[in-house]
């Protein structure tokens, strides 16, 4: 069982406690776990037959690439048609947690067919999370000139905790979100390691020259923020270029967070969950020059993909963050001036994992379940 989602099953039987007497407490805004809400949207199958997709990028007509975390890249066809392995993709560390992980396409993607992917770069019998660049052929059934932009070090041992996501901002740079690797957690707050990071890099690798630490001899130079757990969902709000992630907390303290240049979020000195055997972490939720969540999760959501709808199928959403819940839920946030107003949650009649979660070109959500006959799914209105 993946050490960090095993508390997931914990979801599906009634929580009396699951905390020690020495809860944390503090100042984030908590979620008020509130109950799937059915009959507003339903899930279409579009394509079925992925071993367990991770991540989603949708083209401009609707088709969609979706990766495998064993390592294989696929296009899936508007009518549901999932394509052979797309060849020329970087051999990954396909276990545990570890494997073929986002997807993302160039913003000019349809000038030059250049998309990323994130990965588990494996050396040896260890890894570190990796993304590489590179063309997608005429004809879509190869992966041209892929080239290795940024790799996470040190590489450790373990498949747990690789992240990651890929967001881009508007000035040809890119967000790529780790994990901590599991076992390495202090090196979280270790800026000479990059385990535990966001990281901001153009988009050929080199370092920007306004990242927050370029010039310091002792500090990794591609790092953003850092005291982080294991992100596995990022996004820029499209009406602020703010770079919003989530991340998993261990029992508890799953975070919403807008990370921001140079600061530390805490992990593991301060969090909102406790071990996975009931011991404390750290030395509470609070500590004066570490960041506080926007908003957490106790009991947690386990999540993933996420993304800012824009579009106007579901009256209502417009504006909110949509976030996969690998404890079986779509989750909506409806925002306000940077703050969580409203939570709701839809599709827990599936009972599956939501891995990611996108937006289409034709205005409607699209999610991926994670499982061995996993599904692309189109989110219709009731």
Request: proline letters at 6%; charged letters at 20%; a neutral charge.
């Amino acid at each position: 069982m993946s050490l960090s989602h095993s508390h997931v099953l914990l979801l599906a039987i009634p929580i009396v406690s699951c905390r020690s007497a020495a809860q944390p407490q503090g100042p984030a805004q908590r979620s008020p776990t509130p109950r799937a809400i059915e009959n507003v949207v339903r899930a279409e199958t579009v394509a079925r037959g992925l071993e367990h997709p991770w991540g989603i990028a949708i083209l401009s007509d609707g088709r969609m690439l979706v990766t495998e975390r064993p390592g294989r890249l696929r296009l899936v066809e508007k009518d549901g048609r999932v394509s052979p392995p797309i060849s020329g993709v970087p051999h990954v560390y396909a276990q545990g947690q570890g494997g073929l992980l986002d997807v993302a396409l160039d913003p000019h993607f349809a000038q030059n067919r250049t998309i990323y992917l994130s990965y588990a770069e494996p050396l040896r019998d260890i890894a570190g999370t990796a993304v590489a660049r590179g063309r997608l052929a005429i004809g879509d059934s190869a992966l041209e000139h892929a080239q290795v932009i940024y790799q996470q070090q040190p590489k450790v041992g373990g498949g747990y905790h690789c992240g990651s996501r890929i967001a881009f901002q508007n000035d040809s740079t890119i967000f790529v979100t780790q994990g901590e690797r599991f076992s390495y957690r202090d090196r979280a707050q270790d800026l000479a390691s990059l385990l535990g990071k966001v990281v901001r890099i153009r988009t050929d690798g080199r370092v920007p020259n306004d990242n927050p630490f370029v010039g310091r001899y002792d500090v990794k130079q591609e790092i953003w923020s850092y005291g982080h757990r294991n992100m596995q969902g990022a996004a820029i709000d499209p009406a602020t270029g703010r770079l919003w992630t989530v991340e998993h907390g261990a029992r508890g303290g799953d975070e919403l967070n807008h990370p921001e240049a140079g600061k530390n979020y805490g992990w593991p000195v301060i969090t909102y969950g406790v071990d996975y055997s009931g011991a404390s972490i750290g030395i509470g939720a609070v500590k004066e020059g570490m960041e506080q969540p926007v908003y957490y999760w106790d009991p947690v959501i386990a999540p993933s993909g996420m993304t800012f709808y824009t579009g106007d199928k579901y009256p209502g959403w417009k504006g909110s963050i949509l976030i996969g819940s690998l404890a079986g839920s779509l989750v909506r946030l409806q925002m306000q001036d940077g703050r969580v107003v409203k939570e709701e949650r839809y599709l827990g009649e599936l009972g599956e994992r939501i891995r990611d979660v996108q937006q289409g070109p034709d205005g409607y959500v699209y999610v991926i379940t994670d499982n061995s006959d996993g599904r692309v799914l189109r989110v219709v209105p009731r």
